[in-house]
């Protein structure tokens, strides 16, 4: 049994956090949500026309038992609109999770860390927890701590790219100089890039396309809570060193030559 | 009275409340969050909200994201 996941004074009992954006239907992310095992899932906020009202996730998502809802504030472009994004979102889970997004480039969606910085103060000093989404600089991690965020969360590659953990080392520098938990927020395809990540004493992972656009959602949601169970449990395990050169596992006794037979 | 709400003209009916006003677009309250002007109003004082002429409304709800 893993040593189980603390964000402020909530103790989450799963590693693996999943999203909510680019599924088929609201049945499938229901099912899915449920396979993964998850007690943090991710939110957006829309503007609600009476047209789209089908579209509103709050019924399904208060179905949920044990799951955290975390809305983010995707689509804010700055501090100021992140602000209000959180404060909006607050409004609708009573929750203090807030997942802090700023990432106003459509083209690659990298987080703007000056403007989450600011943002991230103030929604600090009005109570929120705050996770930002942010680019895997572990100055700008620490900064981030230093004011009182919940958790960093650096990406691994960009938004919804499937590319992977590309910046494996400054994770790593992130994971090691951190007093919060540290979650890799997107890019992530496989649940052998969650295993990895959680490999390398990362907290939690927060997957969204990769499950959501799978074909099976549903059993790629299973396969991503068996991907970050393993990595978890190899982590606290304590991984063996690496070696330049080979090492060998078997006695190398020449028995076999010279002797008689 | 004329708003703008979601970006949009809105042309409202009601009595300028912002319960009218929710009421009219078909919102349901618990599941909405609204900013008028700028600034996000607490769903406890909605009550009080009175809405003026060209005043800026947003309207929000939950919807898919990561």
Known sequence: MSQMLKIKDQVLGSRLFTGTGKFSDTETMVKTIKASGTALVTVALRRFHKDSAADDLYGPLSELDNVHIMPNTSGAMNAREAVNAAMLGRELTESPFIKLEIHPNPHHLLPDAIETYEAAKILVAEGFWVMPYIPADPVLAKRLEDIGCASVMPLGSPIGSGQGIEVREMIRLIVRDSSIPVVVDAGIRSPSDAAAAMEMGVDAVLVNSAIAAAENPEAMAIAFAMGVEAGRAAYEAGLMSRSREAVHTSPLTSFLAGGSV | ?66
Do not use: Y
């Open chain 2, 1 to 66: 009275m004329q708003l703008n709400v979601n970006g949009e003209i809105h042309k409202h009916q009601g009595d300028g409340s912002l319960i009218s006003l929710l009421k009219e677009m078909c919102a349901r309250p618990e599941r909405t969050a609204v900013m008028v002007n700028g600034k996000v109003v607490k769903r406890v004082d909605w009550d009080g909200v009175q809405l003026k002429d060209l005043d800026d409304v947003d309207v929000v709800m939950f919807a898919g994201g990561g």
